[in-house]
């Protein structure tokens, strides 16, 4: 059983940043593959990025080049660096682990991040 715990969300203007932290328990967090997901009022949970277990990384559309992932296996930690941030990236984000070969997902119980216009 993983435990997530994310932090460092809050309210910042448009074009300012955010690190949003998750902290992992519980697993061999080398072994899990990361990801970061979004969920805005009145939408459905998407996808914004993810580092798997290998290091590799992919980012949604919507914030490629504006966000970056990494994850420190030493300290079971990945990390969401969100730089020019848009109205639109406000949402309560989630940090998501998954193990390799597993279907099984486990969530962090979110953070607010609100962006100002």
């Known amino acids: 059983q993983v435990q997530l715990v994310e932090s460092g969300g809050g309210l910042v203007q448009a074009g300012g940043s955010l690190r949003l932290s998750c902290a992992a328990s519980?697993?061999?967090?080398?072994?899990?593959?990361m990801a970061w997901f979004r969920q805005a009022p009145g939408k459905e949970r998407e996808f914004v990025a993810t580092?798997?277990?290998?290091?590799?990384?992919r980012y949604a559309d919507s914030v490629k080049g504006r966000f970056t992932i990494s994850r420190d296996n030493a300290k079971n930690t990945v990390v969401l660096q969100m730089n020019s941030l848009k109205p639109e990236d406000t949402a309560v984000y989630y940090c998501?682990?998954?193990?390799?070969?597993?279907?099984?997902?486990?969530w962090g119980q979110g953070t607010q991040v609100t962006v100002s216009s």
């Open positions: 580092t798997w277990s290998g290091g590799s990384t």
């Open positions: 519980g697993g061999t967090f080398s072994r899990y593959h």
């Open positions: 998501n682990a998954r193990a390799q070969g597993s279907i099984v997902d486990y």
